[in-house]
C-alpha cells in the first residue's frame, strides 16, 4: 500500500492533519493516551519545512540518500525519502493533533502498539500485521502536538522487511534528536 493510500485511511478515522533508544517500557498515562513526562518539544521552526527535520546524508546508513521530496498539499509539513525498495517519510502534526487524536483513531489500525521513542510517548501502527514492510510510528512531543516517520519497504527478501517497525523508530529517533536541537 502505498503513502497516498494510507494517508487517506487515517484521513478517513480523523487521524491525519492531526532501534537506537527505544524502548517497550510503560508509561503513565491518563486514560488511554500516555501522559507526557519529558520536557515538551516544538515543530514550529520546521512547520512548512518538514524536509529539513534530517540533514541530507542521516539517512544514508538506512540505505536512503538526497533530499526528501515535500508534499504541498501538507501545511504543516510531510516529506518523503525514497530509494529503490525503501520510502521513508515524516508527516508533523500540529495543535490538537497529538497521541490523543491518534489513540482516537487506534480502531482504523489492525496494528497499534504503544511504544517509547527517548522518552517520549509514542505508537507503532499499521493497517496490517506491523510485520509487512510498512509501520508508522507517531511520536508524542507536547500536549497536542506529534510527528509521524512512515516507512515502507518493498524488498520481502530484505531483513527489515519483517521488522519495518523497528527502522520506522529508529528514524524517529533521529527525528527527535534533531527536533531538540531545532534544526
Known sequence: MKFATLAMIIAAAG???AAAGCTSAPVAA???VPKLEVPPLSLKVFTG???RV???DQLGALGVDGP???DPEQFAGK?????DTKTIGISLFGEAQGLARVYAARGAFSYFEPTVVE???AVDRDTGKGTSGRCSTVVGIAEGAAFEVEVEIED???AEYGKPCEVSKQVASIALGNIKGGG
Open 30 to 32: 491518563v486514560g488511554d
Open 119 to 121: 522518552a517520549y510517548p
Open 54 to 56: 534530517f540533514g541530507v
Open 68 to 70: 526528501g521530496t515535500p
Open 156 to 158: 520481502e527478501r530484505a
Open 15 to 17: 487521524a491525519v492533519g
Open 49 to 51: 519545512k518538514p524536509c
Open 79 to 83: 516529506c518523503r525519502w525514497t530509494a
